[in-house]
């Protein structure tokens, strides 16, 4: 569903993201994990089509990027680390506005907003501005929005950022049942116990360079290390700052 080929992004003499290729199969759960400033954001824009890369190619549902943009972000829902609303509508109306850009038929769209309003537990605050909702409110409303029109790709960005643990726990079954029931969910986030509970295989970057790849025990081989996920990426990231590969 996801597939990066040798992908580059440069912003003058910057490398952002270097030679970067990934496949993210239909309904795989992934975790996609570096530190800061390490071209996490811009390889998910770049997979978003809100960036063009400098070299490569990006396929999205067998969908060119940059020649099938429209075809590839109708299958695409994206879910940025700060959620936006548009703070004059309310919840409701963010949710009819999102079905007419997706031109979903009138009374499938107000089915699918009855199913998600009880699902993230809506009702309270569905009909107030956005522009009064909490973090929390916001981030629920946002999910909503971005499966209403049951999207064969969800692209996350730290989801869990101000979240309380009830949120988190809803957020964890929700990313569980959406690629069970064949969504590619891409995760980005610093929240290396989530990753390891969730992911069936999780990618590190660092430097913009794809240093590992594959299953947390793929993971500890490489890194030769058997512990827990933060034990390996430390280790990870370390060995290739060690090694002088920055770029």
Do not use: W
């Amino acid at each position: 569903m996801i597939e990066l080929i040798n992908v580059s992004k440069s912003y003058g003499s910057k490398v952002a993201v270097q030679d970067l290729s990934l496949t993210v199969a239909r309904g795989e759960l992934f975790a996609f994990l570096g530190p800061n400033g390490a071209g996490k954001t811009t390889t998910i824009k770049l997979m978003c089509g809100l960036l063009f890369p400098s070299a490569g190619t990006i396929r999205i549902a067998g969908f060119d990027i940059q020649t099938h943009g429209q075809q590839a972000r109708q299958v695409i829902s994206y879910v940025p680390d700060q959620p936006f609303l548009y703070e004059k509508l309310t919840g409701r109306e963010m949710l009819q506005f999102v079905a007419k850009m997706y031109a979903m038929p009138a009374a499938a769209a107000e089915q699918k907003m009855e199913e998600l309003i009880a699902l993230f537990d809506l009702k309270d605050f569905i009909d107030d501005l956005t522009q009064n909702y909490s973090h929390g409110m916001r981030q629920r409303t946002v999910f909503a929005c971005a499966l209403l029109h049951e999207p064969q790709v969800l692209i996350v960005d730290e989801p869990t950022v101000g979240l309380d643990p009830r949120s988190i726990r809803l957020l964890k079954d929700l990313l569980r049942r959406e690629a069970a029931k064949g969504t590619t969910v891409f995760l980005s986030t610093h929240s290396l116990d989530i990753a390891q509970e969730l992911a069936g295989r999780i990618g590190v970057i660092s430097h913009g360079k794809l240093i590992s790849c594959g299953s947390l025990e793929a993971l500890r081989l490489q890194a030769a290390v058997n512990g827990s996920l933060e034990e390996v990426f430390l280790k990870l990231t370390e060995d290739q700052l060690a090694g002088g590969s920055k770029t």
